[in-house]
């Protein structure tokens, strides 16, 4: 079974910071673009980082830029990690991790995404 796997999640006060992580398991995703999503109550789910299958090539929403640090490691079943360095009250959602086999060097559109991790709470206190 094609498993992602999210963890790290958890309650941090502004300014501190969380490590998300992504375990994948059943398949081999050292060629997918991973990426990391991100769903606040009453919203969409909105784009937050995205990273190439070689690691070379990263992308960021606005609102993280400078903050958050999207890493992957293709030897390790850990494949996606997320450094949220930082975070603010606004960033307080459910952290979801994704593969894509079709994006080239990384999508924003969750609909390009094949698999996707359960998701991992993350809440931020001011």
Not at 54 to 69: E, I, L
């Amino acid at each position: 079974q094609v498993q992602l796997v999210d963890s790290g999640g958890g309650l941090v006060q502004a300014g501190g910071s969380l490590r998300l992580s992504c375990a994948a398991s059943g398949r081999t995703f050292s060629t997918y673009v991973m990426g990391w999503f991100r769903q606040a109550p009453g919203k969409e789910r909105e784009f937050v980082a995205a990273i190439s299958w070689s690691g070379d090539t990263t992308h960021y929403a606005d609102s993280v830029k400078g903050r958050f640090t999207i890493s992957r490691d293709n030897a390790k079943k850990t494949v996606s990690t997320l450094q949220m360095n930082s975070l603010k009250p606004e960033d307080t959602a459910v952290y979801y991790c994704a593969a894509s086999n079709g994006a080239y060097y990384y999508s924003t559109r969750p609909e390009v995404y094949d698999y996707w991790g359960q998701g991992t709470q993350v809440t931020v206190s001011s």
